[in-house]
């Protein structure tokens, strides 16, 4: 479940490029992003929120970036098997930072999990489809 050095220095390195300033490297993400994130995140109560969000992540220190980078690698103390209540894994079609193969296998491997693909939608989707997200919620 523990990082690799390399994984470690990675996280170091990215939260020494984003603590100075969340609205920097939000700016500097725009470069691995979809039209679609481009065009939620030229909103400006978005940027807010997500900038927000990256603060709220970095307050914990490096511990935050840690945190996301074994999200990614899959990285996690549990057995997806194992998880047997429903799941809905939501995708945008367009997302360049989180690969719709992760979703996939994130459908494959959970034994009741649906998987929820959203055309022309990026990473930032929550953003555009909150309504249809927590409609299935209830």
Do not use: C
């Not at 220190?61 to 549990?78: H, K, Q, S, T």
């Amino acid at each position: 479940y523990d990082l690799t050095v390399s994984d470690r220095t990675l996280a170091m390195q990215q939260y020494q490029q984003i603590a100075p300033s969340p609205e920097v490297a939000l700016q500097s993400l725009q470069a691995f992003l979809s039209e679609a994130d481009i065009q939620l995140l030229s909103q400006s109560a978005i940027q807010s929120i997500s900038v927000e969000s990256m603060t709220r992540t970095l307050r914990q220190g490096e511990a935050g970036v840690i945190d996301g980078i074994r999200a990614a690698r899959l990285l996690w103390p549990f057995q997806l098997s194992n998880i047997h209540m429903p799941v809905d894994i939501w995708q945008g079609q367009s997302d360049k930072i989180v690969p719709a193969a992760i979703a996939d296998y994130l459908v494959d491997s959970l034994p009741n999990a649906e998987g929820h693909y959203i055309d022309h939608a990026g990473h930032f989707m929550i953003y555009s489809h909150w309504r249809k997200i927590l409609e299935g919620l209830s």
